[in-house]
């Protein structure tokens, strides 16, 4: 029994002096070439190995029945408004702008006191005037309405009258929605959306603050878009400031 266990030893310990004994000319050997992972752009290459490809549609037969009708539906519903940001607009001197109800304008007739007055647009778009009655003066400029009170008086009334009109106030705008006072305020010439919330007492708690819907009338026609805080106002405007998500 004692000379089986040392044969045992003794084929242990050599076999351990060959595993050394390799493994030191491993060591000794010259590395050979390391290859280099190009690193790759997305999440899924580094993942699974593989540039990321979108997936393909899947295509549904149209056999009618549900599936068509609700293709149809789709179809025929117009597009989304996108949001709009309207282009600066300066309201100067009245020059270019477009009378409606609710301003107030001044009336010069050279010489003739009597006809020399201030004048309200009513609500249907027109002012009245002594002797020649109701001017229509929605959707003109001052300086066509001028040309119009000229026409009419020179019609059987003054030889040649000199008429000058002018913006004496602007109709008011309105602002709705989350603000702090919501009202109708008097227009300021070259106001913005922000002035606007402003004369309106500011935002209230839950206000979306990014920016309003605001929507203009003009011609009898009317045009909404959403707009950020710098948009230029025009009188008679509308501003919707709506309530924020969370």
């Known amino acids: 029994m004692p ?3 040392a044969f045992r030893w003794s084929i242990l310990a050599a076999s351990l002096a060959a595993s050394a004994a390799l493994g030191l000319g491993g060591c000794m050997q010259t590395a050979g070439p390391v290859a280099v992972m190009q690193p790759r752009a997305d999440l899924d290459s580094m993942a699974y190995g593989q540039p990321y490809s ?19 539906s789709f179809a025929s519903s117009p597009a989304p408004m996108p949001v709009g940001y309207a282009a600066p607009m300066t309201v100067r001197n009245g020059a270019s702008y477009h009378l409606d109800a609710g301003d107030k304008l001044r009336v010069v007739v050279y010489g003739q006191e009597g006809l020399t007055n201030s004048y309200s647009i009513d609500a249907g778009g027109s002012i009245t005037m002594p002797l020649i009655g109701a001017v229509p003066a929605r959707g003109r400029t001052t300086a066509g309405l001028a040309g119009e009170i000229a026409a009419r ?13 002018e913006i004496e106030a602007y109709r008011p705008f309105f602002i709705l929605g989350e603000v702090l ?11 913005t959306v922000e002035s606007a919330v402003a004369i309106a007492g500011g935002f209230s708690p839950r206000a979306k603050r990014d ?3 605001v929507t203009h009338t003009e011609n009898g026609g009317s045009m909404r878009a959403v707009v950020p805080l710098g948009t230029p106002l025009s009188p008679g405007d509308t501003v919707f400031v709506g309530e924020r998500w969370f």
Do not use: F, H, K, W
Not at 181 to 191: R, T
């Open 54 to 72: 979108a997936p393909q549609p899947v295509v549904v037969a149209d056999g009618g029945g549900a599936i068509g009708a609700l293709r149809n």
């Open 3 to 5: 000379v089986a266990r």
């Open 153 to 165: 008086l020179r019609n059987g009334y003054i030889r040649e009258p000199s008429v000058a009109v």
């Open 211 to 213: 920016v309003v819907t």
């Open 181 to 191: 006072a919501p009202g109708q305020y008097p227009y300021v010439p070259n106001m």
